[in-house]
């Protein structure tokens, strides 16, 4: 018999999944709701990438449900975003906030993101206090998980942030390598956005380009928020580089290629996962665009085997847009957090944020990059970073990421 | 690049931003000169200005920088866009006055500025709600032409920019200084009560005031879009915060001030980008301060009550 209590939360779960756009078998009456916080820059200049990252989570929550993945619980989205208008992008302030309010939500087992790593470095001690484990698939900023930094980053000393990309302390050095072995640049003027994750990047980018003995000719920060760069841009052009290297993300990112194409049009372009994605595409457009490297924190997935073949397939059927490799890093690590809970679930324990947590620290879940597992502070075993570079398609869509940027290869490895 | 390539080419960007910052400082000069008054929404006026171009300039079927025309039809879809985003901008101003300043008219204190405030965010989150967050390519007929002094670039576009804002700023001039309205608000800025008292109709003044303003801040917002390729929500921040101090610089409620402080915020921001990039807002408003303690009207301006 159903119980009154029972129906009307049978209701409302109902309810709720389908406004979120969740599929949901016909739920048993005592199913629990286990909900999975989302936090994406879905306002912004990077909403773009962060709206192919959401669908990759929906995707694989929505599969979980249907499939009956975790029997007697069903997976429900906390959709949170960290971007803000007067930022144009993301924004720490924000990031903190939607922390705190996933972790004040007892119904919150675990989460995904944040995107950038601004946000990461604001939400890793929330979260840490909160004891709840998110995975992102994008977040690149490696002193998140570094010991080093465990009294800013982790305080309760329990590895939460978990990764199913690899961080900038491979994504900067290989580029670097790329670079110097197999472009032969000469020398190259380092930028960056004055992010976290940029300055990060453009760090760890220079350091090792610097070791191959590739002469740098300068370093500068652009605001993300200034329109005009044709200052600086006039200044690096005078000391004729080779190339030019932008660590940092979509805002300042799309007015710097616009304005290097003016003023610069033969030199080298090059950046890291900030200038990967439709994002880019859509706002820097061709012919500005064209020419430019990008990095990725993972393996090339899209166009990859059979995997990920069919998920591109039913993602596109299904939202209308093309997936981008961090779509499925994304849905990778919602799988992770799925099976974390079914082990949890299945151990007879009950299902915890501490023990979900540790679930995942020791998870080894086949995914469509491979089996994912995390090394002990939580970042991806695999340190893979994949190079592209934009040539444009008339073909294709200008936003199809697959269409436009054009995979080079696995970087060399540092 | 040779030393004095890199100057004329510092130059350049220089006088382009100086232009965009006057035509939008000229409006910040305009109202202040007749009601003394602030108007935040000003920038954000430009900003709109802009995304109404981005409108015109698409029902023309153009998108991004792929579609490139010359000679007779770039003249025609550059001046019905110049023409529409100027009304539509100046109708924008003329309404903001009319409903939200008028009423507030000889209301002593900070209401009238608190109010340009509020309309300021009202149509920066109108435009963000309706447009999105994103940047957006900007629709850019004109061909991607350039010559070459020594190494230095000069680009079609840098050209029109200039012949634009040369040719709105004499124009404005010229209205202020020989017409009756521009008279009649010469007085009013003098003295409004003095004014009234020789039959000037004060709200009509005041009217033109804002619709002139706002129609230069519609045309910087083209001219804005089609030099940098891009719009977005976001650029009255940025450009209306540097317009400002350009017009207090050249001494608030002074035409001519407002011209000359463009041009010079303009090319302090070239030339300190090429000498200390991230230092450029600290080196502008330094001078701003500077040149404010010695001379408190400005460089141009001259302490009431003669104003513009």
């Known amino acids: ?414 | 690049m040779t030393l004095t390539d890199l100057i004329v080419q510092q130059t350049i960007n220089g006088l382009s931003l100086g232009a965009m910052y006057a035509l939008l400082a000229l409006g910040f000069t305009l109202v202040y000169g007749i009601l003394e008054l602030i108007n935040f929404s000003h920038f954000n006026v430009f900003m709109v200005g802009s995304f109404i171009a981005f409108w015109v300039l698409q029902m023309f079927g153009l998108t991004g920088q792929d579609v490139i025309l010359t000679g007779l039809p770039l003249a025609m879809v550059l001046l019905v866009a110049f023409a529409v985003t100027m009304v539509g901008s100046g109708a924008i101003g003329v309404l903001i006055e009319r409903l939200c300043l008028r009423p507030l008219r000889d209301v002593k204190g900070p209401a009238a500025m608190i109010t340009t405030i509020g309309v300021s965010y009202i149509l920066f989150n109108v435009i963000l709600l309706s447009m999105g967050a994103e940047a957006l390519n900007y629709p850019n007929p004109l061909p991607p032409k350039r010559f070459h002094i020594g190494d230095a670039i000069l680009d079609v576009r840098v050209i029109l920019i200039w012949a634009v804002a040369l040719v709105l700023m004499v124009a404005l001039w010229l209205f202020v200084q020989k017409s009756r309205i521009g008279k009649a608000m010469r007085a009013t800025a003098q003295d409004p009560e003095a004014a009234r008292m020789m039959g000037v109709d004060v709200d009509k003044v005041v009217m033109m005031a804002f619709f002139l303003g706002s129609a230069l801040a519609g045309a910087g917002g083209l001219i804005f879009g089609l030099y940098y390729n891009f719009t977005s929500f976001l650029i009255g921040f940025t450009a209306g915060l540097r317009a400002f101090t350009a017009a207090v610089l050249g001494g608030i409620g002074n035409v001519p001030g407002a011209m000359l402080g463009g041009v010079i915020i303009g090319l302090i921001e070239a030339l300190g980008g090429q000498i200390a990039g991230a230092w450029t807002d600290v080196i502008i408003f330094s001078i701003l301060v500077l040149v404010l303690v010695f001379k408190p009207s400005g460089l141009l301006g001259r302490m009431a009550p003669t104003k513009s």
């Open chain 1, 1 to 414: 018999m159903i119980t009154r209590r029972a129906a009307a939360r049978l209701a409302a779960g109902s309810a709720f999944t389908a406004t979120l756009g969740l599929g949901s078998r016909a739920s048993l009456a005592a199913d629990k709701v286990i909900k999975v916080g989302v936090n994406l820059s879905l306002t912004g200049a990077d909403a773009e990438d962060a709206k192919r990252i959401l669908n990759g989570v929906i995707m694989a929550l929505d599969g979980a449900n249907q499939g009956n993945a975790v029997p007697g619980y069903q997976f429900q989205l906390m959709t949170l975003d960290d971007g803000t208008a007067t930022a144009g992008q993301y924004d720490p302030a924000q990031a903190a906030t939607n922390a705190r309010k996933m972790v004040s939500d007892h119904a919150v087992m675990a989460a995904i993101g944040p995107q950038m790593s601004g946000a990461g470095k604001a939400m890793a001690p929330i979260l840490s206090e909160g004891d709840l484990a998110t995975i992102t698939p994008s977040s690149t900023n490696p002193d998140i998980t570094n010991p080093k930094f465990a009294a800013q980053f982790d305080p309760s000393g329990k590895p939460i942030y978990f990764r199913t990309v690899t961080t900038d302390a491979f994504q900067g050095p290989n580029m670097a390598n790329y670079m110097a072995e197999k472009l032969g640049i000469k020398n190259v003027y380092v930028l960056d956005d004055s992010g976290a994750y940029g300055v990060g990047l453009a760090d760890a980018y220079q350091a090792q380009v610097d070791k191959k003995g590739v002469k740098v000719l300068g370093r500068d920060r652009l605001d993300p928020k200034a329109a005009d760069y044709t200052a600086i841009l006039t200044k690096i052009k005078a000391l004729n580089p080779a190339a030019i290297y932008y660590g940092g993300v979509g805002q300042a990112g799309i007015k710097l290629a616009k304005q290097a194409y003016d003023s610069m049009p033969k030199v080298i372009k090059a950046g890291g996962d900030g200038v990967y994605g439709a994002s880019f595409l859509t706002g820097a457009g061709f012919p500005a665009a064209n020419g430019w490297y990008a990095t990725i924190a993972s393996p090339h997935l899209v166009g990859g085997d059979e995997k990920a073949a069919e998920f591109v397939k039913t993602y596109t059927a299904r939202f209308g847009v093309a997936p981008e490799d961090y779509s499925i890093t994304a849905y990778d690590g919602t799988l992770v957090i799925v099976d974390a809970v079914k082990r949890v679930a299945a151990s007879g324990k009950p299902v915890t944020r501490a023990a979900v947590r540790d679930a995942i620290q020791t998870a080894k879940v086949p995914t469509i990059q491979g089996i994912v597992s995390f090394d002990k502070y939580g970042d991806l075993a695999d340190r893979t970073v994949s190079v592209f570079q934009i040539e444009e398609n008339k073909a294709g869509k200008p936003d199809d990421v697959s269409a436009q940027y054009k995979y080079i290869g696995v970087a060399p490895q540092s």
